[in-house]
């Protein structure tokens, strides 16, 4: 076989790999938009009346040096419009003084709790509490475990409800999240799994934990990720949702039954991308116990993120985040094209290892033989540029409509020149942001042995544009 038939047969895999991730995103995106739709419909039609029983929460928040923003993200907690929950702040043995900006600031005080040590983590040194009316604000010290996971684990064993939220320091949860997150639970017992949408935070201001000024933010670097988030939270994720094939319940909010997460032994200490594993051991245990559930996604319970504002610091995240991506799907790869799992092994993981895990080596692949072609003379010119662009407007009009679309859900204050701005920024997504986070995926993948556990402090900034 010549160069020039492995070109061939080269060509003929890109084409239907072209197509099966054109097909398999346009088919989500028109069940979201749908979806989205028919939600905004029965809105209008009637007010979904507000029911007087309450699942309690336990809203879990690891801190390690985050002391910018943690009493922003407590306060915000304190909106949240939800009868009963307490909030468990995780010092995770920090060095900047974030344990004490708590105590002192919500008047916390050595109380003696009870823990029953249901998941590992690392030592629990001391407990604090006070009750601001209905809502008990917890501190926990303890030694450092070196990863978020650990934390959280800690919060689970200290926890007095049955249902557990896990999210960032850096984050505001918005006031109607958990009201929305926990009606798949009321809807169907079967459900072990709630995970929300994440916007970007950067410039947004807000009010009593709403947003009430969305605009794009300043910061490019910040506005291609909002742009990419509406894409990726909007679209594939509510399509998973349909067949129980949603692979993660993103680590900057999700919401679980306790139980389940006991049964599954919590989060795994030894994970780099601890939501992933999270959702796929719980996939695992029950779909292997065969014991119904349901991992559900519901894109009105939203959690306000702080995106990388620079270029160094969105490296690092997305270089632990592509490393943490290979070690999940392979230590769960028993789940590809595994019958017994559904449309969650033969579609959603499919798609994640090829679309997703792969793309950065087959992209590349892409522009060698591209090159070939052309250095051979065999490369039909026209058809490639004409391949390009087409690509290009598909890749542009997806983002803009879930741009668009997150009026629809939410209807935000729509800015003026926002939607010209959205669009610049689109095309620079298509011809930058992508090409670049290309060679940062090849870079974790390169260097996955050496750097597995490396972890990088990423810049943030206070919550200066909330009331």
């Known amino acids: 076989m010549d160069v020039r038939e492995v070109i061939q047969y080269t060509e003929i895999f890109f084409l239907y790999y072209l197509f099966f991730y054109v097909t398999y995103i346009s088919v989500g995106n028109i069940f979201a938009m749908v979806k989205i739709y028919r939600n905004r419909q029965r809105r209008l039609m009637m007010n979904q009346l507000d029911h007087e029983y309450y699942y309690p929460i336990s809203i879990i928040v690891p801190a390690y040096n985050e002391s910018a923003t943690i009493l922003s993200t407590i306060n915000n907690l304190l909106y949240q419009d939800y009868k009963i929950f307490e909030i468990i702040v995780v010092d995770d043995g920090s060095t900047d003084g974030t344990g004490q900006k708590v105590i002192d600031a919500f008047d916390l005080s050595l109380i003696t709790h009870p823990i029953r040590l249901q998941v590992l ?159 796929l051991r719980l996939h695992r245990y029950y779909v292997e116990n065969k014991i119904p559930y349901n991992n559900r996604y519901v894109a009105n319970a939203i959690c306000w993120t702080q995106a990388p504002f620079t270029l160094k610091d969105l490296t690092k995240q997305r270089s632990r985040w592509h490393r943490g991506l290979i070690q999940s799907m392979w230590q769960h790869r028993t789940i590809i094209l595994n019958p017994k799992y559904g449309l969650l092994g033969t579609v959603s993981y499919l798609f994640y290892f090829l679309c997703e895990l792969m793309a950065p080596f087959i992209e590349l692949l892409g522009i060698i033989i591209i090159s070939l072609s052309f250095m051979l003379g065999i490369l039909n010119v026209s058809s490639a540029i004409a391949l390009a662009l087409l690509y290009f407007l598909f890749c542009v009009f997806q983002t803009m409509v879930f741009y668009v679309g997150r009026y629809f859900i939410q209807d935000y204050q729509f800015f003026r020149g926002d939607t010209l701005k959205a669009f610049g920024i689109t095309i620079l997504d298509s011809i930058f942001y992508r ?33």
Not at 162 to 181: G, N
Not at 255 to 271: C, H, M, P, Q, T
Not at 444 to 464: C, G, M, N
């Open 121 to 279: 983590s690392k030592p629990i040194q001391a407990v604090y509490g006070h009750k601001i009316g209905r809502i008990s604000i917890k501190l926990i010290r303890k030694e450092n475990g070196g990863n978020k996971a650990d934390s959280v684990n800690a919060g689970i064993n200290v926890s007095e409800y049955p249902y557990i939220v896990s999210m960032d320091a850096d984050e505001i949860l918005q006031a109607d999240a958990l009201k929305h997150a926990i009606r798949p639970f009321f809807e169907d017992a079967t459900t072990v799994a709630v995970g929300g949408l994440l916007g970007v935070s950067n410039d947004v201001v807000f009010k009593h934990a709403y947003p009430v000024e969305t605009k794009i933010s300043k910061s490019l670097v910040a506005a291609m990720q909002s742009l990419e988030y509406s894409r990726a939270f909007m679209g594939s994720r509510i399509f998973s949702d349909a067949f129980n094939g949603n692979l993660n319940v993103s680590g900057g909010f999700g919401l679980f039954k306790k139980e389940a997460l006991i049964r599954v032994n919590g989060y795994d200490v030894n994970s780099v991308a601890e939501d992933m594993d999270l959702a």
């Open 435 to 467: 090409p670049y986070l290309l060679f940062v995926r090849l870079y974790a993948a390169i260097t996955y042995s050496t750097h597995l556990h490396s972890w990088y402090k990423i810049e943030r900034e206070a919550f200066d544009k909330t009331s």
